[in-house]
Nanobody
Framework: QVQLVESGGGSVQPGGSLRLSCAAS????????MNWYRQAPGKERELVAG???????NYVDSVKGRFTISRDNAKNTVYLQMNSLKPEDTAVYYC?????????WGKGTLVTVSS
């Protein structure tokens, strides 16, 4: 079992920055692909960024060049650095741990981008 706890959400003005953290409990964190998803009001959940156990990353086009995902396996933590935030980035952001036949989710953290 893996438990995921997100933190770092909040309210920020357009152009601002936030860093989300996701702390994982349980063993074998380094073997999981870690992802950040988001869900805006009235929209489906979408994959924002992912990082493999080897550090390979991928991003949805809308955040490329603005968001950076990273992981610290020694701390069992994955991060999402979000810069140049836009109102359309407003959503609940969820941490996800994925491995073959297993999938774990955090409860989410709200990010609001508004002037």
């Amino acid at each position: 079992q893996v438990q995921l706890v997100e933190s770092g959400g909040g309210s920020v003005q357009p152009g601002g920055s936030l860093r989300l953290s996701c702390a994982a409990s349980g063993s074998m964190f380094s073997t999981y692909v870690m992802n950040w998803y988001r869900q805006a009001p009235g929209k489906e959940r979408e994959l924002v960024a992912g990082i493999t156990n080897r550090g390979n990353t991928n991003y949805v086009d809308s955040v490329k060049g603005r968001f950076t995902i990273s992981r610290d396996n020694a701390k069992n933590t994955v991060y999402l650095q979000m810069n140049s935030l836009k109102p359309e980035d407003t959503a609940v952001y969820y941490c996800n741990a994925q491995r073959v036949l297993t999938n774990y989710w955090g409860k989410g953290t709200l990010v609001t981008v508004s002037s």
